[in-house]
């Protein structure tokens, strides 16, 4: 990895995370972007669980799709998913603290694969996500 592209991975975590309200509303703190990977935690509230007392899968598919989002547009071109899955694996309770690790499996043309792992405080994995994405070309992710 050059100098140039962290400083773009830097600009683009900074850009997009100033109008990432749903990233915010939630709590989410962005821990690390290079080019290709990114890793945001965020922290379980009393208002993200469900009617089992656990956190609502939504959430955590939220916090993985956060992660792929400032991964895939890294390289400062407009990025946007075309699809994803996710595997909850186990719960998340109140008050863990879950990391999602987002890293480029490939990138080719406009798409691109992303392989993201969520897990708690104790490394323990919550959920795998796997994100498809599709690149604008010509349109950067954030300008300035």
């Given at each position: 990895m050059t100098d140039a592209a962290q400083r773009t991975a830097d600009r683009v975590r900074e850009g997009m995370f100033r109008n990432d309200r749903a990233s915010k509303l939630l709590g989410m703190q962005i821990h690390e972007v290079k080019p290709g990977s990114a890793t945001l935690r965020m922290t379980i509230r009393d208002d993200m669980l469900n009617g089992h007392d656990i956190c609502h899968g939504g959430l955590i598919a939220t916090l993985a799709d956060s992660a792929f989002a400032f991964a895939c547009n890294s390289y400062n071109e407009l990025t946007v998913a075309s699809g994803f899955s996710i595997d909850l694996l186990a719960p998340g309770r109140l008050g863990d603290v879950v990391t999602a690790r987002c890293f480029e499996v490939s990138k080719a043309g406009r798409t691109g694969v992303y392989d993201t792992e969520v897990t708690n405080q104790r490394g323990e994995r919550i959920a795998m996500f796997r994100g498809r994405s599709y690149t604008v070309?010509?349109?950067?992710?954030?300008?300035?």
């Open positions: 070309k010509g349109k950067p992710a954030v300008t300035g």
